[in-house]
């Protein structure tokens, strides 16, 4: 059973910048496309960034030349650079391994 555990969360004010990692664990973590989702409060859960297995990145217009993921396979880990956050920015972000799971998010704020 995968195990998909984030990091980098917290507070920032805007136009700062915050890098979320997830390690996972149990799982051949190469193989699969991995990405970053978020959901804020009274908002459906929604995919802001994803990375195939062959490097391959999407990320939607709200997100795209500022949020930048990223995959280390020797670390079993992918990454979320953000960079000139808005407080729209404000939700949990969650690790998604394509047809494999869930971490638990990590709350990030962006409020002056």
């Known amino acids: 059973q995968v195990q998909l555990v984030e990091s980098g969360g917290g507070l920032v004010q805007p136009g700062g910048t915050l890098r979320l990692a997830c390690v996972a664990s149990?799982?051949?973590?190469?193989?699969?496309?991995m990405g970053w989702y978020r959901q804020a409060p009274g908002k459906q859960r929604e995919l802001v960034a994803s990375?195939?297995?062959?490097?391959?990145?999407y990320y939607p217009d709200s997100v795209k030349g500022r949020f930048t993921i990223s995959r280390d396979n020797g670390k079993n880990t992918v990454y979320l650079q953000m960079n000139s956050l808005k407080p729209e920015d404000t939700a949990v972000y969650y690790c998604?391994?394509?047809?494999?799971?869930w971490g638990q998010g990590t709350q990030v704020t962006v409020s002056s």
């Open positions: 149990g799982t051949i973590f190469s193989l699969y496309q």
């Open positions: 998604w391994q394509n047809g494999r799971g």
């Open positions: 990375i195939t297995n062959d490097y391959r990145t």
